[in-house]
Protein backbone atom coordinates (compact mmCIF):
# COMPACT_ATOMS: atom_id res chain seq x y z
CA UNK A 1 0.00 0.00 0.00
CA UNK A 2 3.02 2.26 1.20
CA UNK A 3 4.11 1.43 -2.56
CA UNK A 4 1.17 2.47 -4.40
CA UNK A 5 0.88 5.75 -2.28
CA UNK A 6 4.11 6.38 -3.27
CA UNK A 7 3.43 6.27 -6.94
CA UNK A 8 0.24 8.13 -6.79
CA UNK A 9 2.23 10.95 -4.89
CA UNK A 10 4.22 11.06 -7.61
CA UNK A 11 1.91 11.39 -10.54
CA UNK A 12 -0.07 13.66 -9.14
CA UNK A 13 2.83 15.87 -8.55
CA UNK A 14 3.80 15.28 -11.82
CA UNK A 15 0.44 15.72 -13.57
CA UNK A 16 0.36 19.33 -11.22
CA UNK A 17 3.98 20.37 -12.93
CA UNK A 18 2.49 19.65 -15.98
CA UNK A 19 -0.19 21.96 -15.51
CA UNK A 20 1.67 24.68 -13.68
CA UNK A 21 4.95 24.86 -16.36
CA UNK A 22 3.12 23.34 -19.82
CA UNK A 23 -1.15 24.41 -19.40
CA UNK A 24 -1.21 26.47 -17.72
CA UNK A 25 0.73 29.59 -19.69
CA UNK A 26 -0.68 28.38 -22.90
CA UNK A 27 -4.25 28.89 -21.51
CA UNK A 28 -3.00 32.34 -19.60
CA UNK A 29 -1.74 33.56 -23.41
CA UNK A 30 -4.45 32.51 -25.29
CA UNK A 31 -7.19 34.56 -22.80
CA UNK A 32 -4.75 37.45 -22.15
CA UNK A 33 -4.89 38.10 -26.41
CA UNK A 34 -8.63 38.45 -25.81
CA UNK A 35 -8.06 41.43 -22.74
CA UNK A 36 -7.83 45.01 -23.17
CA UNK A 37 -4.80 46.18 -22.89
CA UNK A 38 -4.82 47.54 -19.30
CA UNK A 39 -5.73 43.98 -18.08
CA UNK A 40 -3.25 41.82 -20.02
CA UNK A 41 -1.34 41.22 -16.55
CA UNK A 42 -4.48 40.86 -14.44
CA UNK A 43 -3.45 36.84 -14.43
CA UNK A 44 -6.90 35.58 -14.90
CA UNK A 45 -7.76 33.09 -17.03
CA UNK A 46 -11.45 33.93 -17.82
CA UNK A 47 -10.76 37.67 -18.34
CA UNK A 48 -13.64 40.22 -17.56
CA UNK A 49 -14.32 41.65 -20.62
CA UNK A 50 -13.75 39.64 -23.68
CA UNK A 51 -12.59 41.35 -26.38
CA UNK A 52 -11.08 41.16 -30.16
CA UNK A 53 -9.86 44.44 -30.49
CA UNK A 54 -6.21 43.27 -30.69
CA UNK A 55 -7.10 40.58 -33.36
CA UNK A 56 -8.79 43.80 -35.52
CA UNK A 57 -6.23 45.83 -34.71
CA UNK A 58 -3.18 43.40 -35.23
CA UNK A 59 -4.81 43.08 -38.86
CA UNK A 60 -4.71 47.00 -39.48
CA UNK A 61 -1.32 47.25 -38.57
CA UNK A 62 0.65 44.80 -39.97
CA UNK A 63 0.26 43.30 -43.36
CA UNK A 64 -0.66 39.60 -41.85
CA UNK A 65 -1.48 38.02 -45.20
CA UNK A 66 2.36 38.49 -46.75
CA UNK A 67 3.85 37.59 -43.52
CA UNK A 68 1.75 34.34 -43.58
CA UNK A 69 2.66 33.54 -47.17
CA UNK A 70 6.32 34.41 -46.66
CA UNK A 71 6.63 31.85 -43.61
CA UNK A 72 4.53 29.17 -45.26
CA UNK A 73 6.72 29.27 -48.40
CA UNK A 74 9.92 29.03 -46.05
CA UNK A 75 8.73 26.93 -44.09
CA UNK A 76 7.09 23.85 -46.53
CA UNK A 77 10.06 24.46 -49.00
CA UNK A 78 12.33 23.72 -46.40
CA UNK A 79 10.73 20.95 -45.43
CA UNK A 80 10.24 19.51 -48.53
CA UNK A 81 13.97 19.31 -49.54
CA UNK A 82 14.87 18.50 -46.64
CA UNK A 83 13.24 15.50 -46.16
CA UNK A 84 14.44 14.62 -50.13
CA UNK A 85 17.82 15.34 -48.76
CA UNK A 86 17.84 13.66 -45.65
CA UNK A 87 16.47 10.59 -46.91
CA UNK A 88 18.47 9.69 -49.63
CA UNK A 89 21.73 10.78 -47.43
CA UNK A 90 20.87 8.22 -44.87
CA UNK A 91 19.55 5.62 -47.82
CA UNK A 92 22.97 5.65 -48.93
CA UNK A 93 24.70 5.73 -44.58
CA UNK A 94 21.78 2.89 -44.01
CA UNK A 95 22.30 0.53 -47.23
CA UNK A 96 25.34 1.55 -49.18
CA UNK A 97 28.47 0.57 -49.01
CA UNK A 98 31.36 2.93 -50.37
CA UNK A 99 34.83 3.81 -48.59
CA UNK A 100 34.41 6.17 -45.70
CA UNK A 101 31.25 5.49 -44.95
CA UNK A 102 31.09 5.25 -41.31
CA UNK A 103 33.57 8.55 -41.32
CA UNK A 104 31.87 10.38 -43.54
CA UNK A 105 28.37 9.86 -40.96
CA UNK A 106 30.76 10.39 -38.18
CA UNK A 107 31.59 13.86 -39.65
CA UNK A 108 27.92 14.75 -40.46
CA UNK A 109 26.88 14.07 -37.04
CA UNK A 110 29.41 15.98 -35.27
CA UNK A 111 28.11 19.31 -36.88
CA UNK A 112 25.10 19.03 -34.58
CA UNK A 113 27.46 20.08 -32.36
CA UNK A 114 28.16 23.28 -33.51
CA UNK A 115 25.84 25.82 -32.24
CA UNK A 116 23.90 27.81 -35.18
CA UNK A 117 25.18 31.40 -34.13
CA UNK A 118 28.67 30.82 -34.90
CA UNK A 119 28.04 30.02 -38.31
CA UNK A 120 25.41 32.97 -38.98
CA UNK A 121 28.90 35.46 -40.15
CA UNK A 122 30.01 33.29 -42.69
CA UNK A 123 26.32 31.86 -43.81
CA UNK A 124 25.39 35.35 -44.39
CA UNK A 125 28.94 36.00 -47.17
CA UNK A 126 27.71 33.10 -48.72
CA UNK A 127 24.35 33.95 -49.37
CA UNK A 128 25.40 37.45 -50.27
CA UNK A 129 27.56 36.23 -52.66
CA UNK A 130 24.64 34.37 -54.73
CA UNK A 131 23.01 37.19 -54.59
CA UNK A 132 19.92 35.93 -52.16
CA UNK A 133 19.92 38.58 -49.36
CA UNK A 134 16.83 40.13 -48.94
CA UNK A 135 15.38 36.97 -50.60
CA UNK A 136 13.44 34.05 -49.31
CA UNK A 137 15.91 31.47 -50.55
CA UNK A 138 18.25 33.35 -48.95
CA UNK A 139 16.44 31.58 -46.20
CA UNK A 140 15.30 28.65 -47.56
CA UNK A 141 19.01 27.04 -47.91
CA UNK A 142 21.00 27.51 -45.33
CA UNK A 143 18.16 25.95 -42.66
CA UNK A 144 18.49 22.55 -45.72
CA UNK A 145 21.25 20.53 -44.46
CA UNK A 146 20.60 19.28 -40.95
CA UNK A 147 22.39 16.33 -39.33
CA UNK A 148 19.22 14.97 -37.21
CA UNK A 149 16.98 14.30 -39.94
CA UNK A 150 20.06 12.16 -41.39
CA UNK A 151 20.23 10.41 -38.62
CA UNK A 152 17.00 9.42 -37.79
CA UNK A 153 15.93 8.42 -41.17
CA UNK A 154 19.53 5.94 -41.18
CA UNK A 155 17.94 4.61 -38.08
CA UNK A 156 15.04 4.22 -39.43
CA UNK A 157 16.15 2.28 -42.61
CA UNK A 158 18.43 0.64 -40.45
CA UNK A 159 15.45 -1.21 -38.84
CA UNK A 160 13.64 -2.53 -41.82
CA UNK A 161 14.60 -6.05 -42.59
CA UNK A 162 17.89 -6.41 -44.93
CA UNK A 163 15.83 -9.16 -46.78
CA UNK A 164 13.71 -6.31 -48.26
CA UNK A 165 16.78 -4.53 -50.14
CA UNK A 166 18.09 -7.65 -51.17
CA UNK A 167 15.19 -9.43 -52.57
CA UNK A 168 14.56 -6.47 -54.99
CA UNK A 169 18.04 -6.42 -56.25
CA UNK A 170 17.78 -10.13 -57.15
CA UNK A 171 14.88 -8.97 -58.76
CA UNK A 172 16.69 -6.38 -60.97
CA UNK A 173 15.52 -2.85 -59.24
CA UNK A 174 18.16 -0.31 -59.14
CA UNK A 175 19.19 1.33 -56.10
CA UNK A 176 16.78 4.42 -56.56
CA UNK A 177 14.33 2.45 -57.47
CA UNK A 178 14.06 0.39 -54.29
CA UNK A 179 14.90 3.57 -52.41
CA UNK A 180 11.62 5.34 -53.99
CA UNK A 181 9.19 2.00 -54.25
CA UNK A 182 10.19 -0.01 -51.03
CA UNK A 183 11.64 2.65 -48.51
CA UNK A 184 9.94 5.52 -49.08
CA UNK A 185 6.37 4.50 -48.48
CA UNK A 186 7.68 2.08 -45.39
CA UNK A 187 9.16 5.25 -44.03
CA UNK A 188 5.83 7.54 -44.25
CA UNK A 189 5.46 7.96 -39.99
CA UNK A 190 9.11 9.20 -39.89
CA UNK A 191 8.53 11.36 -43.12
CA UNK A 192 5.88 12.95 -41.01
CA UNK A 193 7.55 13.14 -38.24
CA UNK A 194 10.68 15.45 -39.35
CA UNK A 195 7.83 17.06 -41.46
CA UNK A 196 6.28 18.33 -38.53
CA UNK A 197 9.62 18.86 -36.61
CA UNK A 198 11.25 20.77 -40.14
CA UNK A 199 7.90 22.65 -40.70
CA UNK A 200 7.47 24.41 -36.90
CA UNK A 201 11.38 25.14 -36.53
CA UNK A 202 11.18 27.19 -39.17
CA UNK A 203 7.65 28.28 -39.58
CA UNK A 204 8.37 29.38 -35.71
CA UNK A 205 12.33 30.97 -37.41
CA UNK A 206 12.96 34.32 -35.99
CA UNK A 207 16.83 34.90 -36.19
CA UNK A 208 17.92 34.12 -39.55
CA UNK A 209 14.81 35.48 -41.62
CA UNK A 210 15.68 38.82 -39.64
CA UNK A 211 19.35 38.72 -41.19
CA UNK A 212 18.13 38.08 -44.22
CA UNK A 213 14.89 40.04 -44.68
CA UNK A 214 15.68 43.69 -45.29
CA UNK A 215 12.24 44.87 -46.36
CA UNK A 216 8.62 44.21 -45.76
CA UNK A 217 7.43 42.59 -48.59
CA UNK A 218 10.06 40.15 -47.46
CA UNK A 219 9.08 39.99 -43.34
CA UNK A 220 8.20 36.52 -42.38
CA UNK A 221 4.85 36.32 -39.60
CA UNK A 222 7.72 35.96 -36.68
CA UNK A 223 9.32 39.18 -38.12
CA UNK A 224 6.22 41.12 -38.28
CA UNK A 225 5.63 40.37 -34.45
CA UNK A 226 8.76 41.61 -33.46
CA UNK A 227 7.94 45.00 -35.09
CA UNK A 228 4.92 45.48 -32.26
CA UNK A 229 7.77 45.64 -29.91
CA UNK A 230 8.41 49.75 -29.85
CA UNK A 231 11.27 51.40 -28.02
CA UNK A 232 8.75 53.39 -25.94
CA UNK A 233 5.76 51.63 -25.41
CA UNK A 234 5.04 47.75 -26.09
CA UNK A 235 1.86 46.39 -26.59
CA UNK A 236 1.26 43.18 -24.93
CA UNK A 237 -2.40 42.65 -26.29
CA UNK A 238 -1.38 42.99 -29.55
CA UNK A 239 1.77 40.74 -29.65
CA UNK A 240 -0.07 37.97 -28.06
CA UNK A 241 -3.41 38.36 -30.48
CA UNK A 242 -0.23 38.08 -33.44
CA UNK A 243 1.41 34.92 -31.41
CA UNK A 244 -2.28 33.66 -31.78
CA UNK A 245 -2.55 33.92 -35.47
CA UNK A 246 1.11 32.60 -35.63
CA UNK A 247 0.29 29.68 -34.15
CA UNK A 248 -2.90 28.54 -35.19
CA UNK A 249 -0.75 26.63 -38.41
CA UNK A 250 1.14 24.84 -36.47
CA UNK A 251 -1.40 23.42 -34.42
CA UNK A 252 -3.50 22.38 -36.70
CA UNK A 253 -1.00 20.89 -38.61
CA UNK A 254 -0.19 18.91 -35.55
CA UNK A 255 -3.70 17.90 -34.39
CA UNK A 256 -4.03 16.01 -37.55
CA UNK A 257 -0.78 14.26 -38.21
CA UNK A 258 -0.07 13.74 -34.48
CA UNK A 259 -0.70 9.98 -34.85
CA UNK A 260 2.12 9.48 -37.68
CA UNK A 261 4.17 12.02 -35.66
CA UNK A 262 4.17 9.54 -32.73
CA UNK A 263 4.32 6.28 -34.52
CA UNK A 264 7.43 7.57 -36.13
CA UNK A 265 9.16 8.60 -32.75
CA UNK A 266 8.25 5.51 -30.93
CA UNK A 267 10.02 3.15 -34.09
CA UNK A 268 13.10 5.09 -34.36
CA UNK A 269 15.71 2.45 -32.84
CA UNK A 270 19.24 3.26 -32.17
CA UNK A 271 21.99 0.74 -34.08
CA UNK A 272 25.07 0.99 -34.97
Not at 41 to 50: A, E, K, V
Not at 148 to 169: H, K, N, T
Request: aromatic share 14%; net charge positive; charged share 15%.
Amino acid sequence: MAKKARILILKTLAACTFLVFALFPIILFISSSLKKETEVFDYRIIPQHITFDAFKEVFKTLDVLTGIRNSLFVAVMVTVLALLIHSMAAFAFARLRFPGKRALFMWVLSTMMIPFPVIIIPLFFIIKGMGLVNSLWGMILPMVPHAYGVFLFRQYFIEMPDALYDSARIDGCTVFQIFRKIYVPLAKPMFITLGVSFFVTNWNSYLWPTIVAQDQSKYTIQIQIATLMGSLRISWNLILAASVVAVIPTVIIFIFLQRYYLEGIKMTGIKD
